[in-house]
């Protein structure tokens, strides 16, 4: 399949580099004051940084949504991608376990380390290009 430029093929490469870079420990989820929606899910339910990284690891080209340019000055020749996943997570107030589409954009870097610009529960449904 043939979309914005980019097949699946391209996806399937670009994870595997992610991955790779995850599994080594090459990654950062930002949990700076810009970044309170990423705060917020690990406030809102029981997941840590190792489960993070799970869902990171579970990720497939099928749950790809976009690519996007940085639009920060200074990294305007970095390209981000938009992933969509839905996990179960167990609510932090309560004992509930429910499905929680989380939106994921990241950042891999020349030097093979990924940055995790966006890792919360999806503010509005994402498409899904491959799907």
Known sequence: MYILGITLKDIDAYLI??????RKNRYRIEMN????????????????????KDILMGLTATDFSERLQNEHEGY???????????????ERMGNESKIVS??????????????VVSLHEQKYPIKYYFK
């Open 33 to 52: 004051s810009r970044r309170q929606d990423n705060r917020e899910l690990f406030l809102t339910y029981v997941i840590d940084e190792e489960m993070a």
């Open 102 to 115: 989380l939106y994921i954009k990241f950042n891999k870097l020349d030097n093979c380390y990924v940055i």
């Open 76 to 90: 305007e020749d970095e390209m981000l991608y938009v992933f969509g996943k839905d996990v179960e997570l167990l």
């Open 17 to 22: 580099k992610v991955k790779n870079a995850i």
